[in-house]
């Protein structure tokens, strides 16, 4: 089992930042990837950025340029730094652990991006 719990979301104006953070803890070995994803309201869950193991980071083309995902192995904590945030951000984030041909979440944060 692997346990996820993120942190960081909250209110921002447009064109603010914010950093998510996901801590992770149990059976954290052979990780496959790690990424977020995200959910607006009435919408799909959607890929925001992914680290595979051995691989090379992937961003939705929205977020390029302005989203950053990286990864503290010492603390197991994986992280989403948002730059110029959009209203069309706003959603709420989960954190993704793929180990084993197992997937697991964390509960998610809320991002809302408002003046």
């Known amino acids: 089992q692997v346990q996820l719990v993120e942190s960081g979301g909250g209110l921002v104006q447009p064109g603010g930042s914010l950093r998510l953070s996901c801590a992770a803890s149990?059976?954290?070995?052979?990780?496959?990837?790690m990424g977020w994803y995200r959910q607006a309201p009435g919408k799909q869950r959607e890929l925001v950025a992914a680290?595979?193991?051995?691989?090379?980071?992937n961003y939705r083309d929205s977020v390029k340029g302005r989203f950053t995902i990286s990864g503290d192995n010492r603390k197991n904590t994986l992280y989403l730094q948002m730059n110029s945030l959009k209203p069309e951000d706003t959603a709420v984030y989960y954190c993704?652990?793929?180990?084993?041909?197992?997937?697991?979440w964390g509960q998610g944060t809320q991002v809302t991006v408002s003046s």
């Open positions: 680290i595979p193991s051995g691989g090379s980071t």
């Open positions: 149990g059976s954290i070995f052979s990780i496959n990837v």
């Open positions: 993704m652990v793929g180990v084993l041909g197992m997937t697991y």
